[in-house]
């Protein structure tokens, strides 16, 4: 089955404590990036990444790192958490082409930073 | 950058009436607009997609139309059923950077 997989689905931690989300994809798509959701914001981009390797920074990147070494895999990094940075994340994967087009989001990490 | 407004923040209609959602961008080079779907605790979905080569496009129930002089574009639900009861969001993308997303539209079916 075609998916997006993140993990874990529900995180929460205290501030400064480094942490990773994961994401994995099985479509063997190019193009992965993450969003943020908050409430009357909608979705915001923080990093993209067009293909291995290649990774640049989305509207909202500050506090965050993403690394893409392989095809499929594409974590979120949030070396020193903020209570600002509670919020519910979206990792997403297209075919490439267009950027951001047809995007398949995975299932969401709710997160909270305490 | 890109922005990318969206109204109404909140819609609410009777089972069988339309829907409609509006959407501005301020890039003019912005050249493919999605919209998606997301359904309470659930994951965004497309659920219809037009470039900036056309005009409108349709897909049974659903439509998208676009005016590149004005740069809007909105979303057209018709015969709306329970079911259809979700927040919409539209986007924006050049095809080079970020794609960028309006705040959301919370649509209520009512029965």
């Known amino acids: 089955e075609a998916q997006v997989t993140q993990n874990p689905r529900y995180l929460i931690t205290v501030t400064g404590k480094k942490l990773t989300v994961t994401c994995s994809q099985n479509?063997?798509?190019?193009?992965m990036s993450w969003y943020r959701q908050d409430p009357g914001l909608g979705l915001r981009q923080i990093y993209y990444?067009?293909?291995?390797?290649?990774?640049d920074k989305g509207d909202v990147p500050e506090g965050y790192k993403v690394s893409r070494k392989e095809k499929r895999n594409f974590p979120l990094i949030l070396e020193s958490p903020s209570p600002n940075q509670t919020s519910l994340y979206f990792c997403?994967?297209?075919?490439?082409?267009?950027?951001?087009?047809?995007?398949?989001f995975g299932s969401g990490t709710q997160l909270s930073v305490l | 950058g890109e922005n990318v407004e969206q109204h109404p923040s909140t819609l609410s209609v009777q089972e069988g009436d339309s829907a409609v959602i509006k959407c501005t961008y301020s890039?003019?080079?912005?050249?493919?607009f999605p919209w998606y779907k997301q359904e309470l605790g659930k994951r965004p979905q497309l659920i219809i997609d037009?470039?900036?080569?056309?005009g409108e496009k349709k897909d049974q129930r659903i439509a998208v139309t676009l005016n590149k002089t004005a740069k809007h574009f909105s979303l057209h639900i018709t015969e709306t059923q329970p079911e259809d009861s979700a927040v919409y969001f539209c986007?924006?993308?050049?095809?080079?950077?970020?794609?960028?997303f309006g705040s959301g539209t919370r649509l209520q079916v009512q029965p």
């Open positions: 997403a994967s297209s075919l490439g082409g267009t950027v951001g087009e047809k995007l398949f």
């Open positions: 479509m063997n798509h190019e193009y």
């Open positions: 990444s067009m293909n291995v390797e290649v990774t």
């Open positions: 890039d003019s080079a912005s050249n493919y």
């Open positions: 037009i470039r900036s080569n056309v």
């Open positions: 986007a924006a993308s050049t095809g080079r950077r970020a794609l960028t």
